[in-house]
């Protein structure tokens, strides 16, 4: 999402040809895409193993193609597991990289931050702190802001998206947002069905999943108790959380758009038992949730590994619907982190970084 709004910000301010990895929306922002992002799509520490020749053969095919097409610069957004050893084969075929949303690495692993300084010839930061974390490790980086600012709104107002689905605006709307990736859904479904229905049982409640592109509709239905009011939506996330009086959020981005449209939420995440032992020792930070991170502070609740029961997640939703004051709170400390992502704009300021840095090379040669 962040790259193709990208892609369509330069070829806006320049006659550019694109390539790289990607999915439909790269597709649809005329970028040539020579590996689609599924292939090397995977989570976790021990889950990267079994996913090791198609990441091998992405990583083959991008060197390949930039060796043909001696493109000037590589821009890489995030997936650092990948892109910082993608970032090394660049350079020795004299590609320059651009590191467009920089890695987490203030939260984990900070010092691979000095691999950053040897590969990257800008780091475009979507925080304000990251700003000091890499610019202190020699990073040259630029803040551009957050590219969800300005890009995040409700299409549908409460009432519409209640009549559009069936539900009854007189009652509590939770939104589900369970996570993307397949093993994020088999670690998080279980408990989310399981903490609807404790849920319901103490306040009857409408639940609106919001299934990520693609995502396999039918598996999303399956599984939930008779009597649970249930809708699974597509392409709605925004409207969805828009409608809700309160939402479960899987640990990510989701975390940054809930919060853009205030959305009083319970974060939660898992991973495989063995991924978590292996990352422990890795983690440098507090919280999980961004909203948390941006905030320095417990903003919002967040259900992480042993955390994350049914139980738990049934009883803090509960203490949002419930209790005025809590939810008040909450969103207060909503409109602090909405303060600390910028202005609207970031992408169009990201996009003029790297034209500047294209101008800088055209003039040397």
């Known amino acids: 999402m962040y790259a193709s709004r990208l892609a369509l910000a330069l070829e806006k301010r320049m006659d550019v040809a694109l390539f790289g990895m990607g999915g439909p929306q790269m597709r649809a922002a005329g970028v040539d895409v020579i590996t689609d992002y599924s292939e090397v799509s995977v ?5 990267i193993l079994s996913h090791l020749p198609s990441l091998i053969r992405a990583m083959r095919r991008l060197v390949s193609a930039a060796e043909r097409r001696k493109p000037p610069f590589a821009i890489l ?10 970032a090394r084969k660049l350079r020795r075929h004299g590609v320059r990289n651009i590191y467009y ?3 987490q690495f203030w939260a984990w692993r900070p010092w691979r931050v000095r691999v950053v300084r040897r590969r990257f010839t800008k780091a475009l930061c979507i925080f304000p702190f990251e ?13 551009i802001g957050h590219p969800l600012v300005g890009a995040v709104h409700a299409t549908e107002t409460r ?7 069936s539900l009854d605006p007189g009652q509590p709307v939770i939104a589900i947002l369970p996570g993307s990736r397949s ?4 670690q998080h479904m279980p408990v989310i069905r399981e903490a609807s229905q404790r849920i319901q049982e103490r306040r009857p409640a409408q639940f609106v999943l919001a299934a990520a592109a693609h995502s396999n509709i039918n598996e999303l239905r399956a599984g939930w108790k008779t009597g649970l009011n249930v809708r699974v939506v597509e392409g709605q996330t925004y409207n969805a959380l828009a409608a809700a009086d309160a939402a479960i959020v899987s640990s990510g981005t989701a975390t940054v758009e809930a919060a853009l449209l205030d959305v009083p939420m319970v974060v939660v995440y898992r991973v495989t038992p063995l991924t978590a032992l292996l990352a422990k020792p890795l983690v440098q930070t ?4 961004m909203v948390n991170l941006i905030a320095g502070r417990r903003v919002v609740p967040e259900l992480i590994q042993k955390d994350f029961t049914p139980a738990r997640v049934a009883e803090e939703v509960l203490r949002l619907l419930n209790e005025p004051q809590a939810r008040e709170e909450l969103r207060s400390g909503l409109a602090e982190v909405r303060k600390r992502l910028g202005p609207p704009g970031a992408v169009d300021r990201a996009a003029d970084a790297i034209v500047a840095l294209l101008s800088t090379v055209a003039g040397n040669t």
């Open 101 to 103: 949303i920089c890695p």
């Open 43 to 47: 989570l976790g520490i021990t889950e």
């Open 131 to 143: 700003e000091a974390f890499f610019g202190g490790a020699g990073v040259p980086t630029e803040f």
């Open 286 to 289: 507090s919280y999980f949730s």
């Open 77 to 86: 957004t995030d997936f650092p597991g990948f892109h910082l050893r993608l």
């Open 159 to 165: 009432e519409e998206f209640c009549r559009q689905h």
């Open 183 to 186: 093993a994020e859904l088999a």
